[in-house]
């Protein structure tokens, strides 16, 4: 049977993204524009901006895709683009340029939940991952607990309450005074420090699978002013390390409360954070513990990439067919 080739268009932040993939899982190529050093001068993503070097990129990405796939237009059978959650003039320029794509070649579009593909990163060049599973999605802007009994369907098991669990370490990493994104430069210098003070822990969220950051990032940020007030030395390397074990701790412990209860045996980990080795550190230590199997997608295809993308619209499209060319950009799409 011939390949089936998927053009993957993502633009939901600050990366622009396209890809070329076959069959849902063999990637074939995978090109990412980032924009990392015109938002680092300010601290986070200044949205105007990130979607007007989106609509500069996205013709030549796309072009690289093709070429470096080795193959042409008239090859591909499926466009499918992030519709949501993100930045809306972000989205609204990968959406276009996709559905302008479909429109004019006559080829069927699906539109992609930015969350569901960074699910299916897990299955990208790889075919032995079983279901029932429980996945873990942690990102600048989500963090999630899901419940999988077949591709597609998700059963919502627990939320962040406030503050995504990316976000917190972002913010923790400005205050700190380091350098942007935040989360890798958490990580980065908490990396063999002690990790031994003790900040505010959540409280009333014991029985459930929902999670809350807000309170850690601001019982940080407090003992920061404190220290600070007081003339003090701030060791930067104990605090990052610290925050870092604390929000993991939680996440973890969330994440073994929902594979005990629901008695599955695969765990997933998802979304940019998964790319943090001691988040992975320890939920290796958890499975392993256990006995059951972890999957986590390479740190390449944990942060924002088309090839995702590309991966989650063509099972989309095996299961409910294409999405009508009306299908407009939404910031706060949920699974």
Not at 181 to 191: F, H
Not at 248 to 256: A, F, R, S, T
């Amino acid at each position: 049977m011939a390949d089936f080739f998927t053009l993957g268009i993502e633009t939901s932040c600050d990366e622009t993204a396209v890809a070329v993939v076959a069959n849902g899982t063999r990637i074939l190529s995978n090109v990412i524009s980032s924009q990392v050093a015109t938002h680092a001068k300010f601290g986070g993503v200044v949205p105007e901006m990130a979607a007007r070097e989106h609509g500069e990129a996205i013709l030549p990405v796309y072009q690289m895709a093709l070429a470096e796939a080795n193959v042409k237009l008239k090859d591909i059978g499926l466009v499918a683009a992030t519709y949501g959650p993100g930045l809306i003039g972000c989205l609204l320029v990968g959406l276009s340029f996709a559905k302008g794509l479909a429109l004019a070649t006559g080829l069927p579009f699906v539109g992609v939940n930015h969350i569901e593909g960074h699910i299916y990163a897990n299955i990208l060049e790889r075919t032995e991952v079983k279901l029932p599973l429980v996945c873990l999605t942690v990102s600048g802007g989500h963090t999630d607990l899901l419940y999988l009994e077949k591709w597609g369907s998700y059963r919502i098991l627990g939320r962040t309450r406030d503050d995504a669990a990316g976000e917190a370490f972002d913010k923790v990493a400005r205050v700190l005074g380091l350098g942007y994104p935040g989360g890798p430069e958490v990580e980065k210098i908490a990396k063999g420090a002690v990790a031994d003070l003790e900040f505010a822990k959540i409280k009333g969220l014991n029985d459930t699978y929902d999670f809350s950051f807000s309170g850690l990032k601001t019982a940080v940020i407090n003992y920061l002013n404190r220290e600070r007030q007081q003339g003090k030395e701030i060791d930067q390397a104990r605090v990052a390390a610290s925050f870092q074990r604390l929000a993991i701790e939680q996440l973890v412990g969330k994440l073994k409360k929902a594979v005990v209860d629901y008695g599955v045996a695969t765990v997933l980990l998802s979304g940019g954070v998964a790319a943090n080795s001691y988040l992975r550190e320890k939920c290796l230590q958890l499975t392993n513990d256990l006995g059951i199997t972890l999957y986590y997608p390479p740190v390449k295809l944990c942060t924002d990439n088309a090839a995702m993308i590309g991966s989650a619209g063509y099972f989309k499209y095996l299961s409910t067919g294409g999405d009508a060319l009306c299908l407009t950009a939404n910031p706060n799409l949920h699974l």
